[in-house]
C-alpha cells in the first residue's frame, strides 16, 4: 500500500467513525404509555403482556428500543386524568388506552401525542373519533363493538331461560362507555319483546340496593355492561347473583371465571396483539388520523356449566357446542 492509499484509507475511516457514532446517538428508546381503568389485575397484567409479546416479535426490545409506562386507574374514573397527565408529562410516544373513561381522558390530557385504543365500546359515541374509517384527530385503534353484541346476549341468555320474563340490566352510570352500550341493549331488547329492568349503579355500595330492586321485581336473569368498575367487582357480583339465584350473562370471560353463568365478548387477547401493529405503525410514521378504527374478528362465548348446576339450568348440548370454553 503506497502512501497516497494509505492517506486515503485513515481519512475514510476518520469519516465513517462519526457517521457511526452519529447514528448511534440517534438511535433512541421508544415510551409507550398504558393508561387502564381497571386494576392491575393477573387478567389485565396477562393482556398488557400480549401487547409487549407482539412488539417484542415486531422489533421492539425492551431495555434497547422500547419502555413502557403503565397506569392502573383501580376502576376509580376521577383518578384518570392525574394519571393521564402523568404520562403525557414523561413525553411518551404513544398513548395505548383500555376503556372508555381511559380512552376520554387520554384524549383531554393531549391533543398531540398518539393515543391508540386497546378496547372501547363506542368510539364514535363517545366523541374520541369522527367515523371508524376517518377517525382525525390523534386516536385510533380498535371498538369491543359491545353495543352491537347486546341481541347477542340476550339470545345467548334466553336459550338458557327460555321462559324469563323480565331481565335486569346493571349499568355503571359513571361509565359513558357503559351508558351508551345499555342504550344498546334497550334497543336489543324491545326488538325481541324483552322486557328489561335497567338499574343504573355509581359505587360499589348500590350494588345490594340494585339486587333488591330486582329481586323486588321477580327478574329472571340478569345483564351486567361492561365496566371497569363493575369489572373489580366481578366476584362479588357473581356471588351477589348466586345468592340471588339468577342467570347471568357478562361482557367479559373474567366474570365467568369468578363464578357468572356466561359470557359473550370481542376475543380481549387478539384486540391488544392487534393494538401491537397500530403502535408498530405510529412508531414508524403513521398519523392516528389515516389508520382506521378496527372492529373485532374474532369472539369468545364462555360458559361456566358447575354455575349452571347449581342454578338447577339445563344447557343443552348444542349450545354447550357453541361455546369456546366451558368451566366445569
Do not use: C, H
Not at 500500500?1 to 484509507?9: S, T, V
Not at 347473583?241 to 373474567?254: G, I
Amino acid at each position: 500500500m503506497n502512501r497516497r492509499e494509505f492517506i486515503a484509507l485513515l481519512g475514510g475511516a476518520a469519516v465513517a467513525w462519526p457517521l457511526d457514532v452519529r447514528a448511534q446517538q440517534r438511535a433512541r428508546t421508544w415510551r409507550i404509555g398504558f393508561l387502564e381503568t381497571s386494576s392491575p389485575s393477573p387478567a389485565r397484567v396477562r393482556l398488557l403482556e400480549t401487547l409487549r409479546a407482539t412488539l417484542r416479535e415486531l422489533g421492539y426490545l425492551e431495555g434497547q428500543n422500547i419502555a413502557f409506562e403503565s397506569r392502573f386507574a383501580e376502576g376509580k374514573i376521577d383518578r384518570l386524568p392525574g394519571l393521564a397527565a402523568e404520562l403525557v408529562g414523561l413525553k411518551v410516544d404513544v398513548i395505548v388506552t383500555s376503556g372508555t373513561p381511559a380512552g376520554l381522558a387520554a384524549k383531554q390530557a393531549t391533543g398531540t401525542i398518539p393515543i391508540v385504543m386497546a378496547q372501547l365500546a363506542d368510539p364514535v359515541g363517545a366523541g374520541l373519533v369522527a367515523s371508524l374509517g376517518r377517525p382525525g384527530g390523534n386516536v385510533t385503534g380498535l371498538t369491543t363493538q359491545d353495543a352491537d353484541l347486546s341481541g347477542k346476549r340476550l339470545d345467548l341468555l334466553k336459550e338458557v331461560v327460555p321462559n324469563v320474563a323480565r331481565i335486569a340490566l346493571l349499568i355503571d352510570e359513571t361509565n359513558p362507555g357503559t351508558v351508551l352500550i345499555a342504550r344498546g341493549t334497550q334497543v336489543a331488547a324491545r326488538s325481541m319483546g324483552v322486557e328489561l329492568q335497567s338499574l343504573g349503579v355509581r359505587g360499589p355500595d348500590e350494588l345490594d340496593r340494585a339486587f333488591s330492586a330486582m329481586k323486588e321485581a321477580r327478574a329472571g336473569a340478569l345483564v351486567v355492561e361492561s365496566s371497569s368498575m363493575l369489572f373489580t367487582l366481578r366476584t362479588w357480583l357473581a356471588d351477589l347473583a348466586m345468592k340471588n339465584r339468577l342467570p347471568t350473562m357478562f361482557a367479559q370471560r373474567e366474570y365467568v371465571d369468578a363464578g357468572g353463568l356466561m359470557a359473550y365478548a370481542a376475543d380481549f387477547p387478539d384486540l391488544f396483539r392487534r393494538t401491537a401493529t397500530f403502535v408498530d405503525k405510529i412508531l414508524k410514521g403513521a398519523k392516528p388520523a389515516d389508520l382506521p378504527v378496527e372492529q373485532p374478528v374474532k369472539f369468545d362465548f364462555v360458559i361456566n356449566l358447575k354455575t349452571a348446576k347449581t342454578l338447577g339450568l339445563a344447557v343443552s348440548p348444542t349450545l354447550l357446542a357453541r361455546a369456546d370454553e366451558v368451566i366445569e
